[in-house]
Structures are given as structure tokens and as C-alpha cells.
């Protein structure tokens, strides 16, 4: 499986926007990039995905670069009920399997 | 319309002891993830389903661990005997197929600890 790399932790303040990035230098031009988020006590839900061009949807924008080294998953106002870990995860064709790494952990202060 | 459910949510049991999870994934859903996730990691896919059919189970500790799913809709999960190192929370997932576009949907998941 093609790898990503994030950071582990990142802080951010209340209301204010947040830039988690993620590295996949290794990816293929099928892999799709995908974000998950994990609540506290919750299984991870989906936020985001794409392949080459930005996408945004109600929870989030997705920034992708030009040459699709690295990605990132843009909150434009973080709410304390943002805080939480973050997955970046490549979906490669034909398994498209959703693997997991390490996450980044949000914290949010209010 | 109900997410995917799991039960129990929680699990306490001795070690060397059967457990078995249940999960109740979203009507219509073909596809049926079983994760295990340690603590402080990321989950770790352990067995898919595509209807009744397991796929994608190299992951599954075979000589402990078993999976079914009856007419391609629940699914079960069994442990026996169960280990201290089975501790963990087991993720159940569905989604609408498996292409690179779809969205998995999981539930709240069923922590076990082994005593």
C-alpha cells in the first residue's frame, strides 16, 4: 500500500482555520486520497476525497498539489467539536482498500 | 435511517473465554469492513465482506478469530479463546460497494478487555 505521512499532533484555536497536511509522495495517478476523521468514543467517519482538483463539501475543503505529493484537508473555522484524529489514506485501485495509519490528533483550545 | 449498529459496546471477559460481536450494517450496503484498533493507533482492517463472500482476510488471526455473514447482511465476529492481547475496540464498517469513490460508514464500535 502506497504510504502517507502526517504529523501526529497539531493545535489549533477556537474559530480560527486549520491546515492538517499530508505526504504521499509515493502515490499513482488512480490513487484517490481520502480523509476520515475518529471522534472521542466514535468510530472514524468520512470527510472528504478527490484525485486531482481541490474539493469542498459542508465539512471541509480538500487542497490537492499539482503534482499530488501532498495533500491538505482544510477546516475554515475550527470548533471544539472539531478536535480529533485526522486520517490521510490513499484508495488504490483495484482493492481500494481504506488503510489506516496513525492519524493526526486536533486539539482545538477554546 | 440507522448508521451501522454494533453490539455489545462493551465487553469484559476472562481470558481463555469465547465473545462474539455482532454488527447490523446499513440496509442496501453490500460491502463489510471488521476493524481492530489497539489503543492510541489507527484501525487495522481484519476481514471484508463483499455479500457473503470473505475477501481480504489475511489479516484475520485464523486459529482464533472467525467471521460470518448470514445471507450477506449482519455479520459476526468470534474470538475463542480470547487473549490479554485481544484487547482493543472492533470496528464494524459498510459501504455501497467498494470503489475508490465510496464512503465507508462506521459504527461506534465494541471495546473488549481481557482480564
Known amino acids: 500500500d502506497a504510504k502517507t505521512t502526517q504529523p501526529n499532533s497539531m493545535e489549533s ?9 499530508c505526504n504521499h509522495s509515493t502515490i499513482s495517478g488512480t490513487d ?3 480523509w476520515y476523521r475518529q471522534l472521542p468514543s466514535q468510530g472514524p467517519e468520512y470527510v472528504i476525497h478527490g484525485l486531482t482538483s481541490n474539493v469542498n463539501n459542508r465539512m471541509a475543503s480538500l487542497a490537492i498539489a499539482e503534482d499530488r505529493k501532498s495533500s491538505t484537508l482544510i477546516l475554515h473555522r475550527a470548533t471544539l467539536r472539531d478536535a480529533a484524529v485526522y486520517y490521510c489514506i490513499l484508495r488504490m485501485p483495484p482493492g481500494n482498500m481504506l488503510t489506516f495509519g496513525g492519524g493526526t490528533r486536533l486539539m482545538v483550545k477554546p | 435511517e440507522a ?7 462493551y465487553k469484559i471477559i476472562e481470558k481463555k ?8 450494517p446499513i440496509s442496501g450496503h453490500n460491502t463489510l469492513y471488521w476493524y481492530r484498533q489497539n489503543l492510541g ?7 471484508r465482506y463483499e455479500n457473503e463472500e470473505a475477501v481480504d482476510d489475511s489479516q484475520l488471526p485464523k486459529d482464533r ?15 475463542q479463546p480470547a487473549e490479554l492481547g485481544d484487547s482493543a475496540v472492533y470496528l464494524c464498517a459498510s459501504s455501497l460497494g467498494r470503489g475508490v469513490n465510496t464512503e465507508a ?5 465494541t471495546r473488549l478487555t481481557v482480564v
Open chain 1, 13 to 21: 484555536n477556537e474559530e480560527e482555520p486549520v491546515h492538517l497536511p
Open chain 1, 32 to 34: 484517490y486520497i481520502h
Open chain 2, 3 to 9: 448508521g451501522v449498529v454494533q453490539s455489545p459496546r
Open chain 2, 17 to 24: 473465554q469465547p465473545v462474539a460481536f455482532w454488527c447490523n
Open chain 2, 41 to 47: 493507533q489507527g484501525p487495522e482492517l481484519l476481514i
Open chain 2, 65 to 79: 478469530f472467525s467471521a460470518e455473514r448470514l445471507k450477506g447482511v449482519d455479520s459476526t465476529l468470534k474470538i
Open chain 2, 105 to 109: 460508514f462506521f459504527g461506534q464500535g
